[in-house]
């Protein structure tokens, strides 16, 4: 969940910061002490490797609909998007009926966007006809080589190879609304590549 700094999570604004102190006193990314909401994200969730095809399906679901949006504005409506979507179980999702597309357009705990909300629903289609694991092999699968800690925001990158080459195999694959941006926000925050800065205290948590 969420590019640092391009696309948000993370993305205050773009800058070339370097780790900050926190209310600890401890050194963190700095987007990471623009609110409470993503101190706790930050310290406890960002970054850190995320397994399994439902855990990764939400992640997907929800950089989509971050497109466009603060990611605070998704992190906030966390738990809105979760009772929603049934807890993002794909196969559950895959099962929707025009009923819950119509309950999903008129949800005020979610963002109701007919385009992303059509594509959650197209993508759990696609990924219930997967074998079990498929989804969590292919991501892991684009994993990049670990790179040199970046010092400040402004040397962590919105698209790299690996992101560019992941949105391309969704899409060959059938998936929707995943560009290189939004597969860059799903390897930083699903801890497939540490964008951590180098003095951030998080880093080598």
Known sequence: MGAAPAAEPPAAEPS????????????????????????????????????????LFERLCLEAFQSGLSWLTILRRRPGFRAAFAGFRIAEVAAFTEEDRARLLADPGIIRNRAKIDATLANARVLAGWRPGELDELIWSHAPAPRPAPRTLAEVPAVTAASTALAKELKRRGLRFVGPTTAYALLQACGLTNDHLADCAMRER
């Open 16 to 55: 070339a910061s370097g780790a900050l102190p926190g209310p600890d006193g401890l050194l963190r990314c700095p987007w990471g002490l623009s609110a409470p909401d993503y101190l706790a994200y930050h310290d406890e969730e960002w970054g850190r490797p995320v397994h399994g095809d439902d855990a």
